[in-house]
């Protein structure tokens, strides 16, 4: 999903309404690299383009559309595409509770918290204390640009969590999966619960880091020792050497100090 | 490989060895929609744009560097990057077992379906199934699929398996990050609020939501197709409970859910 | 263990995972990271003061990921001050380490490095400085730049300008020339840095570029003229580097530019943190001048 940056609103249960905006829960753990122009290690950015005027469109240019038929779009602006479901684009209305323990987690997107804009503190540290002692989760839906979620609000250690999750005709069924004919023989079954005991451990992800990252860091590091990173030019080059009294004053002072050295 | 096969591996631990196919678990259909120019509706592309010449810049030209003060870079070439690229191998290796509960969901990405690679490894899958489930456990495993490394929870459900991919710890942004205040709540605000909860509770029945934005959308879009006239509505926006009001809305809120 | 809680300015805050190596080849911990920006408060603490501040965090130390913080932390404490700023067209909310008690927060957020802009938020697009960053190339070391920070102070002096170096911290060197006057505007103070960094390329070739590419720079030092810049932050001085020790971005005098200490070798000219604490006590900041003397930039 895509709840960019950072969305602010409402989160409301029954007649209770906490002023709140979203933040990222997860970070990317890739390490992230620009891409520049080989020729001056310009940055490039991602940007639209018009090919038929060949020109950057700005943002405020450009408008949604959608295909109807080969080449042919009707476009969406984004005040229409609000009113398509008004009562959920700026509020998270809550509507039922639920057990978190019965959500087949097949069912979870991504993950965000919420946290409380001014004034909201107190209402929602109470909807936080009152779900987590109830072990309760929010259920909610919001519309943001030109989609709607199912989101699962939850408590977690004071903090509103809150799940994107995937509608119940998304999950794909998983007929045709299971063997046909697994027999199962009760002697290996009792091996295998064996070895499993045997390697019970508490849940700690931080054991495991991404090898590849700590590869790509290393060879940054290694880099990075050797070679002086490049530079990208400063805006626009001017073209000659500088204001011409400037360049006068300065090859004098120049040759001056030259003879005299 | 058959049909919806997205890779082949096969889980190990102790002298468990189970070969197994991975299926994808959920397929996301959404409007597309495409961005057009206002003025004359033209399709745009996406372009990478250099931000001194303000040109498009061709694949081949562009090249990757890792910023390592504003506007300074590392450049790393491809072949430089390749070097990095995990070893392949096709063992799901699971490193140890953990309750299921332990688990917090944050750290759930992507679900995949395992099936058994072929009918000889049937057995060993339903076998692996039923330990999993009757001692209520995961697999913590990790391995590498198209040139990166994964770690997972391999778990039973049903008579299937079904492997999640784990966000690494790092990935995740802790909660002391937030640097919440923990304001004061009455025992009085916490027993409404509670009640309250209690009175809106459901068992949880994912099928009774559809996607109906996506449906009155589609509308939308139909209805621009035909040359009608679209009606604006504005957003609502909820005026905040305040805090000193707290209680009375929950009171209000209890008795209308009664 | 590893929580301890300050109070500084009548201001209470914990601070965290204090004994944790942030310089692991030196033991150089975080809770000695605190101590040195400390100490360091009273000079340092003017050149960041209502500048918009960069965090360049290094939360598991130098050898580990950092990110940059352009923006400053959503949760900052209330006293922490801040300033609206505009960052390549886009608005954000930036930290002003303009007290004690802000220091020591970024620090504690492992902010190892300080940036700043060559303005100040309440006049962005006027620098009170104009920069000239010696940057050594492949096989160039700072004793390059010291050569090349000679020639350009005496070209400086004979224009009428006083100019103050320090080391970058990492390889090359910082010249500043201050201008603390209302009309100097970044246009300005790029065209004059440039025209001196092509003119020096002239008359100097084997030693100096001017220019970017990295081919160009081999064996030379590259006078980076394109800091000047209202978008551009420069390592603040007295800050720490995250390099592999923990060196200082620190002011010199000419004189030790003349006669580098260290026979030739480059780290001599290095300062590292506490030698830092001990020079700043004995000489004051040296580079006080830098944000009080009144210069124009003549020939424009």
Redesign the interface.
């Known amino acids: 999903m895509a709840v960019q940056g950072m969305w602010s609103g409402t989160i409301s249960f029954s007649l209770v309404a906490i002023p709140v905006h979203v933040v990222k829960a997860v970070k990317p753990g890739r390490i992230t690299f620009r891409t520049l122009h080989s020729k001056d290690y310009s940055p490039l950015a991602r940007r639209m383009f018009c090919p038929k005027q060949g020109e950057i469109v700005p943002p405020d240019e450009i408008v949604r559309g959608y295909e109807i038929s080969p080449d042919k779009f009707i476009p969406v602006t984004d005040e229409e595409l609000e009113s398509v479901s008004p009562e959920r684009s700026r509020t998270i209305e809550i509507i039922e509770f639920i057990d978190m323990n019965e959500v087949d987690p097949i069912y979870f997107d991504h993950p965000y918290y919420l946290v409380p804009s001014k004034g909201g503190e107190k209402a929602y540290r109470l909807l936080a204390l009152v779900m987590s002692r109830t072990n309760r989760a929010g259920l909610a839906r919001f519309v943001l640009a030109e989609r709607e979620y199912l989101v699962a609000v939850k408590s977690s250690e004071g903090a509103l969590t809150l799940f994107t999750l995937h509608y119940s005709e998304e999950v794909l069924s998983d007929d045709g999966i299971a063997p046909k004919e697994g027999k199962i023989e009760a002697k290996e079954k009792s091996r295998m619960e064996k070895n499993i005991e045997n390697m019970m451990a508490d849940f700690d992800p931080g054991k495991y880091a991404d090898e590849r990252r700590g590869k790509v860091m290393e060879l940054l590091k290694k880099k990075m020792k050797e070679n002086v990173p490049v530079e990208a030019p400063a805006g626009e080059e001017e073209e000659g050497e500088g204001p011409p009294d400037l360049v006068a004053a300065l090859e004098d002072i120049m040759r001056d100090m030259k003879k005299n050295r | 490989m058959t049909r919806g096969t997205i890779w082949k591996g096969y889980i190990h631990?102790?002298?468990?060895d189970v070969p197994v196919k991975l299926?994808?678990?959920?397929?996301?259909?959404?409007?597309?929609?495409?961005?057009?120019?206002?003025?004359?509706?033209?399709?745009?592309?996406?372009?990478?744009?250099?931000?001194?010449?303000?040109t498009?810049?061709p694949p081949e030209?562009?090249?990757?560097?890792?910023?390592?003060?504003?506007?300074?870079?590392?450049?790393?070439d491809p072949a430089?990057?390749e070097?990095?690229?995990?070893e392949s191998s096709r063992m799901i290796e699971?490193?140890?077992?953990?309750?299921t509960e332990?688990?917090?969901?944050?750290?759930?990405d992507r679900?995949y379906?395992?099936?058994?690679d072929s009918?000889i490894s049937?057995?060993?899958?339903?076998?692996?199934v039923?330990?999993?489930r009757?001692?209520g456990?995961e697999?913590?495993c990790?391995w590498t699929m198209r040139?990166?490394?994964y770690?997972g929870a391999l778990k039973a459900?049903?008579?299937?398996l079904?492997l999640?991919t784990?966000?690494?710890?790092?990935?995740?942004?802790s909660?002391k990050?937030?640097?919440?205040?923990?304001?004061p709540?009455s025992e009085k605000?916490?027993k409404i609020?509670?009640d309250?909860?209690?009175q809106?509770?459901?068992?949880?029945q994912?099928?009774k939501?559809?996607?109906?934005?996506?449906k009155?959308?589609q509308k939308?879009?139909e209805k621009?197709?035909h040359g009608e006239k679209?009606?604006?509505?504005?957003?609502?926006?909820?005026?905040?409970?305040?805090?000193d009001q707290?209680l009375q809305?929950?009171e209000?809120?209890l008795k209308?859910?009664a | 263990m590893s929580r301890k809680v300050v109070e500084i300015a009548g201001r209470r805050f914990a601070l965290s995972n204090l004994e944790k190596e942030l310089y692991p080849s030196h033991g150089f911990t975080k809770g000695q990271v605190l101590e040195y920006y400390r100490r360091m408060t009273e000079f340092i603490l003017p050149h960041l003061k209502d500048r918009a501040l960069t965090l360049k965090r290094y939360p598991d130390g130098v050898e580990k990921d950092f990110f940059f913080e352009k923006r400053c932390p959503l949760h900052h404490p209330p006293w922490v001050e801040t300033a609206e700023v505009f960052h390549k067209g886009e608005r954000m909310t930036a930290c002003l380490v303009n007290n004690p008690e802000t220091l020591l927060w970024v620090e504690n957020l492992a902010s190892l490095e300080l940036h700043v802009p060559l303005a100040r938020t309440s006049s962005p697009e006027t620098p009170d400085a104009m920069v000239f960053d010696l940057d050594p190339g492949e096989q160039a070391t700072i004793l390059d730049c010291a050569r090349v920070a000679l020639i350009l102070r005496e070209l400086l002096t004979r224009l009428e300008l006083a100019s103050y170096p320090k080391t970058s911290g990492q390889k090359g060197l910082h010249v500043f020339v201050p201008l603390n006057f209302q009309g100097a505007t970044f246009d300005d103070t790029k065209k004059f840095s440039k025209a001196v960094a092509v003119i020096m390329q002239k008359n100097y070739p084997d030693l100096v570029t001017a220019k970017m590419a990295k081919e160009q720079r081999k064996g030379k030092v590259f006078i980076n003229w394109s800091q000047n810049d209202a978008s551009k932050t420069m390592i603040c001085v007295y800050s720490l580097r995250a390099r592999e020790k923990p060196f200082v971005s620190f002011p010199l005098e000419w004189g030790e530019l003349e006669h580098p200490a260290g026979q030739g070798n480059p780290e001599g000219l290095q300062v590292m943190y506490s030698e830092a604490v001990s020079r700043a006590e004995k000489m004051g900041d040296l580079f006080r001048e830098v944000l009080v003397k009144k210069q124009k930039l003549p020939h424009l």
């Not at chain 2, 049937?122 to 692996?128: D, H, K, P, Q, V």
């Open positions: 631990f102790g002298d468990t299926h994808a678990a959920i397929k996301e259909e959404r409007i597309q929609f495409h961005l057009l120019h206002r003025s004359d509706h033209e399709k745009l592309h996406q372009q990478m744009i250099c931000a001194n010449e303000k498009p810049v030209a562009q090249i990757k560097g890792f910023e390592v003060e504003e506007g300074k870079y590392i450049i790393v430089e990057m070097q990095t690229t995990p699971v490193h140890e077992f953990v309750k332990q688990i917090d969901p944050i750290f759930l679900v379906y395992l099936a058994p009918d049937a057995s060993g899958y339903s076998e692996l039923g330990a999993l009757e001692t456990v697999g913590i990790t040139k990166r490394s770690l459900s049903g008579k299937i079904r999640n784990l966000r690494y710890a790092d990935e995740v942004i909660i990050a937030l640097e919440l205040q923990e304001i709540v605000e916490l609020g509670s309250l909860i209690n809106l509770t459901v068992p949880f994912p099928q939501f559809e996607n109906e934005h996506q009155r959308l939308l879009i621009k197709a679209v009606v604006l509505l504005r957003p609502r926006i909820l005026q905040p409970t305040a805090s707290l809305v929950l209000a809120s209308k859910a």
